[in-house]
Nanobody
C-alpha cells in the first residue's frame, strides 16, 4: 500500500520560512519523479516544483528563488524549503509521485501565512 505523508505545515508570519516533508512508503521512491503542488481556497491546484529521480529540479515562476525542492532517496523523503513566505502562499500543499503511468497523491498539509 502506497502512502505519501506530508508534514511541516502550520501558521507562519509573512517573511518567514517553513520546510515541508513528504515521507513515501510502499513504492520505490528513488525511481519516481516527485512534485509539490498547492491549492488555495477557491483556486485550482498548481504545480510548484518538480524533481527527477537524480535530483534535477524545475520551479514554477511563482516560487522560483524562494522555494527549494529536494529529496533524500535513502530516507524516502521529499522536501520543500519555503522562504520569504507571503499571504498568497496560503494553501494546502501536496506531494505527488509519478512513474508513468502510475501516480500517487499525499493527503496534504496546510500552510497559512498571516500576521
Amino acid at each position: 500500500q502506497v502512502q505519501l505523508v506530508e508534514s511541516g505545515g502550520g501558521l507562519v508570519q509573512p517573511g518567514g520560512s517553513l520546510r515541508l516533508s513528504c515521507v513515501a512508503s510502499g513504492l520505490t521512491f528513488s525511481t519516481f519523479y516527485m512534485r509539490w503542488y498547492r491549492q488555495g481556497a477557491g483556486k485550482e491546484r498548481e504545480v510548484l516544483a518538480h524533481i527527477t529521480p537524480t535530483g534535477e529540479a524545475v520551479y514554477a515562476d511563482s516560487v522560483k528563488g524562494r522555494f527549494t525542492i529536494s529529496r533524500d532517496n535513502v530516507k524516502n523523503t521529499l522536501y520543500l524549503q519555503m522562504n520569504s513566505l507571503n499571504p498568497d502562499d496560503t494553501a494546502k500543499y501536496y506531494c505527488y509521485a509519478l512513474e508513468p503511468p502510475t501516480s500517487y497523491w499525499g493527503q496534504g498539509t496546510q500552510v497559512t501565512v498571516s500576521s
